[in-house]
């Protein structure tokens, strides 16, 4: 008799990677859940019950996978999220950039970390309750990832970084539902999470206000400098570079005889420039430290869309391979605020092609 494949679900305590450890179950999997303890909630000044990885969390992912008759470990990435996660989202603003650590942890926590676990205890598949999909293309021998069929859930855009083998291993149970059957799937085998919100925030950052983080996490003070406009005329002060985001129009506290926005950090020599709405677009950008997912390398120039942050909907455009570690993306309209540090990711239709960090 042959034995079950066995699944390793990381189990966070929502609703949605709850579900994908029952649906493999149901699917006839061998299950055992785990939860990746990321930092301690106080040292990150998250003591809200409702914060993503918080106890309340964890006794949650626990109660389900007991329900379902899975085994549930906790395994320890604190370290590991403390350096790769929280010490890159840090570095990032302190430079200019604007980070994704959302990205950041797939890609050096659950999908390179837990996923080594994951092989070293000799388990089949890592199973997550992302809404993606996961297919294999004959033709060009390569698994593709591809957009959840809810388009409003899709997370397609956090994972573009997952090499051949992670997406090989990988289970996406929740990618052909929506967000509403994964809610009933949930009701109706009374889980505790069934009606659990999903949380908004960046996990380690309580209440969304990552200046106040990154100030209180590193003791350090970040100075008041110049804000300027684009030929360097001086418009004010402002209250340190790491409070500002590219495309940002509120909150600058300066009174300006018309609407200004954040252009540009530059950390060098502490100054944020800031530019009229209209000189927020550009056609163009350069991204490296890219990975491609649809094909080894680009030999020749492509039409694709492209996303350049989450929340954007992807837009037409060419995208040349400059060299082994660097795109360059010209769009067919411009885009308004593209920002150094957040991610571009390509896309074919539903697969994507790749991406890489905006530079």
């Known amino acids: 008799m042959m034995s079950k494949k066995k699944a390793m679900v990381a189990m966070s305590g929502g609703v949605d990677s709850s579900v994908a450890a029952f649906l493999m179950k149901e699917e006839g999997f061998d299950c055992v859940g785990v939860t990746m303890k ?205 409070r500002y985001t590219v495309g940002q129009r509120k909150g600058l506290n300066l009174a300006l005889p018309a609407p200004m926005y954040v252009r540009a950090k530059r950390a060098e020599d502490n100054t944020v420039v800031l530019c009229r709405e209209e000189e927020l677009y550009s056609r163009t950008l350069e991204a490296e430290d890219i990975n491609l997912i649809a094909f080894e390398r680009l030999s020749r120039p492509v039409k694709a869309t492209a996303k350049i942050r989450y929340s954007h909907t992807s837009q037409p455009a060419t995208v040349w391979q400059v060299d082994e570690d660097r795109l360059h993306i010209e769009f067919d309209e411009p885009q308004k605020a593209i920002a150094a540090g957040q991610a571009v990711v390509l896309y074919d239709g539903e697969a994507v092609l790749g991406g890489g960090t905006i530079i």
């Open 38 to 242: 990321l930092f301690e909630n106080e040292d990150a000044g998250v003591s809200r019950e409702d914060a993503c990885c918080s106890l309340a969390d964890t006794v949650d992912a626990m109660r389900v996978a007991h329900s379902i008759g899975m085994p549930y470990y906790i395994f320890d990435f604190s370290a590991e999220f403390r350096t790769e996660v929280i010490g890159r989202f840090i570095k990032a603003y302190e430079e200019g950039r604007t980070p994704n650590p959302c990205i950041d942890c797939n890609r050096r926590i659950k999908f390179r970390r837990l996923f080594r676990r994951m092989r070293t205890l000799d388990f089949d598949c890592l199973t997550t309750g992302h809404y993606a999909r996961v297919a294999y293309d004959a033709g060009s021998g390569r698994y593709l990832l591809k957009t959840a069929r809810d388009s409003s859930k899709d997370q397609s855009y956090v994972l573009y970084a997952m090499t051949q083998e992670q997406l090989a291993r990988a289970r996406f149970p929740l990618g052909g539902l929506r967000k509403s059957e994964v809610r009933e799937v949930a009701a109706e085998n009374g889980f505790v999470n069934a009606k659990k919100h999903d949380s908004q925030d960046i996990c380690f950052v309580a209440g969304g206000n990552y200046a106040d983080f990154i100030a209180r996490y590193t003791g350090r003070e970040y100075p008041a400098g110049n804000f300027t406009d684009t030929e360097g005329r001086a418009l004010g002060r402002h209250k340190g570079v790491i």
